[in-house]
Every structure is written in C-alpha cells, then in structure tokens.
C-alpha cells in the first residue's frame, strides 16, 4: 500500500494585475511528432512536441514595450526559436519585433509605425516541461499537458501579457486525427482542423489538463457504475485484465447505490502510469487517468479516484487547515471501508498492519499546508488511521454514512463543516474531542 502515490493537485495562485488595457489573446497548439521538431535524441522518450503561436489582439497601447511573463522560470523553451510579429491594424503592414528574454520575463520592443492597434503574434516550438512525464514504454499512446507539479502546469506552455487584463481567451488545438482529445477547458468549437476552448489563465493554474489519446490504440468501453455512465479508454492489449476486473470493482462500489450523485459522463483513461517506486491516479472532474494496475490490483487505488470524482472534490485553497485530511486521509480511510466493508475482520487488520509505522509519526494533519514525499505516509497512512479509531466508536456503517452525506450536502468540504456534520448526528463530545486532538 504505501508503494502507491496518490497524485495531489498542487494549486499556486497567482495573480494578474491590472490595469487599464484589455487584449484579445489565441494561443494555437499544434502537437506534432518530436522528431519533425528536434533531431535531439535524448528527447525522444517525450514523444510529442509542439508549435505555439500566440496571437494578441492590442488596442490603444501607448508604451514601447510590453512584458510577457512564466509562471515558474523552468521551461526547455530556447528563445533562438522565438519569432515575434507585429501587425498594424489598419495599414495591414508587419514588422518582426525585437526582445529580450531573461528566464522570467519576455521584454517585446514595439516600433513606432505599428501604431497603438495592433496585432501581436509570438511564435515558437515548445519541449518539455509542460508535459507530464509519461513512460517511455507508452510515449505514443497518450499526450498529457499540465501536471500536478507546478513546473508541468499548463500555463507553463504559454508567455502571459503582465499587468493587463486578459479577456476573451481562446485555445485552439490543433492535432492528428488519430489523437482524440479530452480537456478540462470548455469546448465552445470542433472541426475536422481544431478544437476550439476557452482558456482563462487563472483556471489553469488550478484544475487544467489537456489529454490526447491514440485512438487506433484505446478502446472505448462504457460501464454503469451507480447509475452514472463510465466511458472506459483501455488499451489493446488490457482489455482482458480490464474485463476480468471491473466487475469485482464495481461490485465493491454498490455500496454507494443508495446514494445520489450528479449523473454527468465520466470518462477514465488507464495508461502505464509508474516508475520504480509508485504506480499514480489522478481525477480532474470528469475525468480520471489511472495506472492500468488500478484495474487489476490496486482496487482501493481505483477507488479512492473514483471517490475524489463522485464527491467532487475541487483542489482549491490547499492551504487551508485540514485539507488533507478531509480532502485525502478521509477519502482513503472511505475507500479502505469500501474495499473491505464486507469483511469486517480484513478490515481491521489492515489499520492494524498501519499502526505500528504511525505510533511516531509527529506530522500534525490539521496544519499541514502542502503534501510532498516527505508527507505521503502521513497522510495516507496515519490519517485514515484516526478516521478508523473514530468510526470504530461511532460504529463503521454509521460513520461511512455521515462521512458520504457530508460530501454530497456541503459545497464547502472543510474541516469545520465535517466536525458540524458528526455533531448534527449527536456523535459523543467525547469522540470528537479525541479525534480533533490527535490530529490538530
Ligand atoms: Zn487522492
């Protein structure tokens, strides 16, 4: 069990300033093949690159230069490849600009004859680091932007204007049509050309994902799971694994059948999502990726994704207390119960087998404001833990039922609101007290 990494959304707010100046902003992604893009051998195993053009449209912008920035100066992005046009917008004429980029900012120098309307469009190919890291075994399946570390953020791909208000964005992705795309964006456009999105760069640093999979590669496989429809991508060669499986899984996730949740299409994408030490999962809204051993083996893995999805559980304000151990320690404590509710004995000997290696454990949960290696075991091991010892004295059936409720019922899933929600169900003072203080 402690192998296994759930993968947290690592939320950086940030903020734009403003200012009086509007712009029209269309950032085009053309994904191509890596080696159309560089003769680098060393980056092949990423398997797919891209060429960005972003296009701003510029009104009544008097100063000599605008200033571009990066969330996190860590791109693979070679300024040799940058090319920057501008274009006056009623003479039609075009000049290529000048700039100077220092890892941080991109400093673009206007010239006088492109007016204060203009066009302005930066072009180049972009490797790397946005790019979730993606085992090589697999590297043309499947094409994911954006990950949980803040350097893989989508954003991380794109120069954003600094202290301008940024409005009518568009992403514009363009791609093989073998590729088929799912996306956390809201789609407002389809061709046989592009997908069309809206792109809002404060969305992004939060819960965004673009992911492309071979669709000569995966099969579609639609299941029912509490009465929610579940769109299955599996891979040729797992489709035997995937059927000898599902139906243990979903057996187990009849318990929840009497609960009810929203009924959207949910689509989950297995792909050979792990490295020496950790298979991963990750659930953005509707949609969930998963190591294809979720389906095979690591079932209570599945199921804490699929508990992150059917509770809808949104990676904002990290840093507020106890979100770890609302947002992931309680969800794993669910998801070992739903695992092993039909053998209570199992049950317990699985926390029993944890104990020993959380006796010491000094992490507070109630303060802890980020979630690393460093406090994986904590979280996932010893939180679920002081849920258990809870729920044993309010009884486990008891319990899960006043944990699931209190996920659907409150919008906000804080410590607070969890600690109302047991004392509405006249849980014992006592038992609560206890709880709080072994965790704050
Ligand atoms: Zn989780």
């Known amino acids: 069990m402690n192998v296994k990494t759930f993968i947290l959304f690592i939320i950086l707010l940030s903020s734009i300033n403003s200012s009086s100046q509007d712009i029209n902003a269309n950032y085009k992604v053309r994904v191509i093949p890596i080696e159309l893009l560089s003769k680098d051998a060393s980056l092949s195993k990423i398997g797919y690159g891209t060429s960005i053009t972003s296009e701003y449209k510029i009104n009544n912008y008097l100063r000599d230069t605008i200033v571009f920035t990066v969330n996190n100066a860590v791109r693979d992005f070679g300024p040799s490849n940058l090319k920057i046009i501008a274009k006056n917008l009623s003479s039609l004429k075009t000049e290529r600009l000048d700039y100077k980029y220092d890892g941080y900012n991109l400093y673009v120098f206007l010239k006088a004859d492109i007016g204060s309307c203009f066009y302005l469009s930066l072009q180049y190919t972009y490797i790397g680091t946005s790019f979730m890291s993606v085992p090589e075994s697999n590297r043309r399946n499947i094409v994911i932007f954006g990950g949980d570390e803040s350097f893989e953020h989508f954003t991380q791909m794109f120069f954003l204007p600094k202290k301008i208000i940024l409005h009518n964005e568009t992403l514009r992705l363009y791609n093989d049509t073998n590729l088929k795309a799912f996306s956390t964006l809201s789609e407002i456009k389809r061709n046989t050309k592009y997908i069309e999105y809206k792109f809002h760069e404060k969305d992004a640093i939060n819960n965004l994902s673009v992911i492309l999979i071979d669709s000569n590669i995966y099969h579609s496989v639609v299941k029912f799971i509490n009465k929610r429809k579940y769109f299955f991508y599996i891979r040729n060669q ?35 999502w792990r490295n020496k030490k950790n298979v991963k999962g990750r659930t953005y ?55 092993y509710h039909d053998s209570i004995s199992k049950f317990n000997s699985y926390f029993k087998s944890k104990e020993n290696g959380c006796e010491k454990d000094s992490v507070k949960l109630f303060n802890l404001k980020s979630n690393t290696a460093a406090t994986f075991s904590s979280v996932y091991n010893c939180g679920p833990i002081y849920f258990y010892k809870m729920a044993k004295s309010i009884g486990f059936h008891q319990f ?15 410590f607070d609101t969890l600690i109302s929600s047991l004392k509405k169900k006249k849980v014992d003072d006592e038992i609560i007290d206890k709880f709080m203080n072994s965790v704050k």
Not at 400 to 414: G, H, L, P, V
């Open 238 to 272: 797992n489709l035997t694994i995937f059927e000898n499986n599902i139906k243990k899984i979903t057996s187990k996730l009849k318990i929840l059948d009497e609960y009810q949740f929203s009924k959207s299409d949910f689509h989950i994408i297995e792909f050979d």
């Open 285 to 339: 809204s509707d949609i969930m990726l998963i190591d294809i051993s979720f389906l095979s083996k690591h079932y209570s893995s599945f199921i804490h994704e699929y508990l992150h999805s059917i509770l809808n559980i949104k990676y904002k304000n990290t840093s507020r207390n106890g979100f770890y151990l609302i947002n992931e320690s309680l969800i794993e404590y669910l998801a070992q119960y739903i695992y």
């Open 400 to 414: 899960f039922n006043i944990a699931i409720t209190f996920f659907i019922q409150n919008k906000e899933k804080s």
